[in-house]
């Protein structure tokens, strides 16, 4: 190999047990999965590559086999497909990453037969590598009793705050925190779908552990989050991360409505715009205006019949202008509708429930101000 790190040469021939498991999270550790593609899209994790040893047909005709005629017969069948120059290219394959990965570690669903036989025949090639004990699914519980075990042993200061008072990107200036939106790829609202799409749940899940994993809690007496409900886009926050996070104490974010106006203009409509323009020049104009009309129409009953066909209005005479080159500052229009009739009093409502919560109130540089004397090193 000639190029390995020292992490790597110490992990030769050794199986990665469950004691190592945040070591390996926490250090982007290079992950070989040896599933197969549709095991590998159903969940992974970030720093995995996937590099299967049987690929989805392989695997069913085993699988097939395994029921009608045992174990013995399926594994034959197993060194039949993945023999001759099938096994050297899958082979080369494997010793390519690791060479390009130094350190990386392997794992298949159980860590049984399929990561066993991967690892030896690697040593047969005189190429080391640690395999994970128990897999990915140890690898998968782990992460999932991370975020039970979070949950239960820290203390959480969630931050809130009228929509447009930059609650993420307050979030995103402090160490000690949990961007809950960028993990899901989404700004938590109808009008928070992204040009790219979301992670699956088990994926949202598994990025979030690991997030938390990274987290200096020991530097660190409190963690901030947004507030959020349960979902984000089309995924779950973990009900026990949830439901801390409902009994926690509330830091609230107040800010004029021109600044909560322009952050929404900035992050909601200028971003995404440029993000089609970017991607798709060609269609950009007739996708964005897809995006901001569907985005009205999900919330067209709670705003009733007058206030969304006035905002509807708004938002096409918006569009219009944009596209005859007069800039976006005609959404500041709609914005404002939106917040002054269904955003504020919404969240009014809901604020309301949580007052005995609250333990803070201010601009963002007051905020600043506190956070960082309350977040000083324990």
Known sequence: ?????????????????????????????????LRSPVEFTHGAFPCAINAPLLFDEEREAIGKTYKAKGQSAAIALGREL??????????????DLIERNPGAVIYC??????????????????????????????????LINSIEQFSSEYKLIILAGKTGTGKTHLINTLPNSIDLEGIANHRGSAFG??????????????????????????????????????????????LCLHNKMADSTIAVIEE?????????LNDYIISNYLGYKSSNPEFAEKLFEEFLLSALQRIS???????????????ENAIKQQRSNDGPHHHRVWIERLLSSYYDPMYEYQLD????????RGNKTEFQNWSSHLSNAA
Request: with cysteine; aromatic share 10%.
């Open 109 to 142: 669903f159980r860590g049984g037969l399929r990561s066993q036989t991967v690892q030896t025949w690697l040593q047969e090639s005189s190429v080391e590598t640690a395999r994970v004990e128990g897999g990915y699914k140890a690898l998968r519980q782990f």
């Open 301 to 315: 009953r709670r705003l009733g019949q007058e206030n969304y066909a006035i905002a509807k209005q708004e938002m």
């Open 256 to 264: 004029s409505m021109e600044k909560r106006v322009d952050t929404i």
């Open 193 to 238: 779908k992204l040009k790219e799409p979301q992670p699956n749940q088990i994926n949202f899940e598994n990025q979030l552990a690991i997030a938390l994993l990274k987290l200096p809690r020991r530097h660190y007496k409190n963690l901030f989050m947004e507030d959020e409900s349960r979902s984000i886009g089309s995924l779950s926050i973990p």
């Open 1 to 33: 190999m000639g190029n390995q790190s020292p992490e790597s040469l110490y992990f030769m021939s050794t199986i990665f047990h469950k004691d190592s498991f945040t070591k390996l999270f926490v250090g982007d550790t290079p992950l070989l999965d």
């Open 353 to 360: 429930q949580k007052k005995h919560r609250i333990i803070f």
């Open 82 to 95: 993945v023999s001759g120059v099938t096994r050297a290219e899958r082979l080369a394959n494997w010793c």
